[in-house]
């Protein structure tokens, strides 16, 4: 039987007043970016001479129009497509139905050295499935302790489950659907479906509480982001998504670097070389010239991108297992 603890993360602890210039923002991002890319790396075996690091699945739900893609955007912006894996959920198909409710997601998981992020998840069957009637009283009940059940078993095993949930104010949602309604390039997001949700927040409000009081677990932890300012969101999810990152593999004995120390610094510079190719001619002059006195990092860390050569068979191996 699921039971509540004291210290969990509560709608009303996310700060909905956090504002963020563009400036920091685009500051803080660039500097997340890279050491997501970092870890990414190390996890995925392609710095560690092959020695995969443990699975990372990353969960977001939230309110509709809290931002989620964009954060999901700027979290693997910096990424090799090949080393992540983004998975949408919708309502599940006619088939999927016929199956437990936890059984179409097991496909996408990450194994050793891999990421995946999960676009919505497991957690329709507490809140869209309970306020809704599509499921039964005794069937959304019993899943806070089957899904308990699920992400620790995945954890037991080695898995980075990190749980984020968007939240804004009903105000803010209003506007942001109104400016939908008004953009001929995103009217499409909009549904009738989701207006009718916004008449049941009450009922919602009450079913997240519930999810984040009874689903947080001793390896799979709740955050609460406050997206009331886009901005602020996105820095808010990709710095959280660091922090539970090099809390897990620091867990499974996987060395992380100090974000502070020379070792990270070398590696910065080197990632901002590799990535000189693609900036505009100004942009690329002031990464290279950053990297002075750092070419054995900018070319141990290239190589160790470079997939199509000089790879060992148990690198090989690695690149190919962080790639699902």
Not at 13 to 22: E, P, V
Request: net charge negative; proline share 4%; aromatic share 8%.
């Amino acid at each position: 039987m699921t039971t509540a603890h004291d210290h969990y993360a509560r709608l009303e602890d996310a700060d909905l007043s956090a504002r963020m210039s563009k400036d920091e923002e685009a500051k803080r991002l660039q500097k997340a970016q890279l050491r997501v890319l970092h870890l990414r790396l190390i996890n995925g075996g392609q710095l560690t001479g092959g020695k995969l690091g443990p699975p990372v699945c990353i969960i977001f739900e939230g309110w509709d129009a809290a931002g989620k893609g964009g954060a999901i955007k700027r979290l693997v912006e910096s990424l090799d497509p090949r080393h992540v894996h983004v998975a949408p959920f919708a309502a599940p198909t006619p088939d999927e139905l016929r199956h437990h409710f936890l059984w179409r997601f097991w496909p996408p998981l990450p194994g050793w050295g891999g990421m995946t992020i999960f676009d919505r998840s497991w957690y329709g069957r507490v809140l869209v499935e309970r306020v809704e009637n599509l499921a039964t009283e005794v069937q959304w009940r019993r899943a806070y302790d089957e899904i308990n059940d699920f992400e620790h078993s995945l954890a037991e095993e080695g898995m980075i489950v990190i749980k984020l949930w968007l939240h804004l104010s009903h105000e803010e949602q209003l506007r942001r659907f109104e400016r939908r309604r008004d953009d001929p390039l995103k009217s499409w997001k909009l549904t009738e479906e989701d207006w009718r949700n916004r008449e049941k927040r009450p009922q919602y409000d009450r079913a997240v509480a519930d999810m984040l009081r009874l689903t947080d677990g001793p390896l799979a932890h709740w955050d609460v982001i406050s997206s009331e300012n886009k901005r602020n969101g996105r820095v808010e999810v990709i710095e959280t998504v660091i922090r539970r990152m090099e809390e897990g593999m620091a867990r499974w004995g996987l060395k992380v670097p100090s974000s502070d120390d020379e070792e990270e610094q070398r590696t910065q510079a080197a990632l901002a070389f590799d990535d000189a190719e693609f900036q505009s001619d100004g942009e690329a002059e002031s990464s290279i010239a950053s990297t002075e006195g750092h070419d054995s990092s900018a070319a141990r860390v290239m190589a160790a991108g470079d997939i199509a050569t000089n790879t060992t068979p148990d690198v090989a191996a690695a690149q190919d297992s962080a790639r699902t």
